[in-house]
Nanobody, 125 residues
Framework: QVQLVESGGGLVQAGGSLRLSCAAS????????FGWFRQAPGKEREFVTT???????YYPDSVKGRFTISRDNVKNLVYLQMNLLRPEDTAVYYC???????????????????WGQGTQVTVSS
């Protein structure tokens, strides 16, 4: 079992920045791949980014160059630094985790077994 707790959401103006944190416990942190997803009202959950246990990362074009995922294997934390935020980034952001056994970047929600409760990010125009 893995427990994930997100923090750091809030209200920010367009063009601003936020850093989300995800605290993980319950299983060897170093063996996990982590992902961030988001879900806006009335929309499906959307992949944001992922980081494998070797630190390699993947971003879709929608956030590439603006968002950065990182992990601290000592503190058991995963971060999502979000810069140049846009109103369309408004959503509940979820941290997710799974065992890192795939030879590719998992980008589908069903590929992650563990989920946090989510944190709201609102970007005003």
């Amino acid at each position: 079992q893995v427990q994930l707790v997100e923090s750091g959401g809030g209200l920010v103006q367009a063009g601003g920045s936020l850093r989300l944190s995800c605290a993980a416990s319950g299983r060897t942190f170093n063996n996990l791949v982590f992902g961030w997803f988001r879900q806006a009202p009335g929309k499906e959950r959307e992949f944001v980014t992922t980081i494998k246990r070797d630190g390699s990362t993947y971003y879709p074009d929608s956030v590439k160059g603006r968002f950065t995922i990182s992990r601290d294997n000592v503190k058991n934390l995963v971060y999502l630094q979000m810069n140049l935020l846009r109103p369309e980034d408004t959503a509940v952001y979820y941290c997710a985790a799974d065992a890192d056994f795939r030879g590719y970047y998992p980008t589908l929600a069903r590929e992650y077994e563990y989920w946090g409760q989510g944190t709201q990010v609102t970007v005003s125009s």
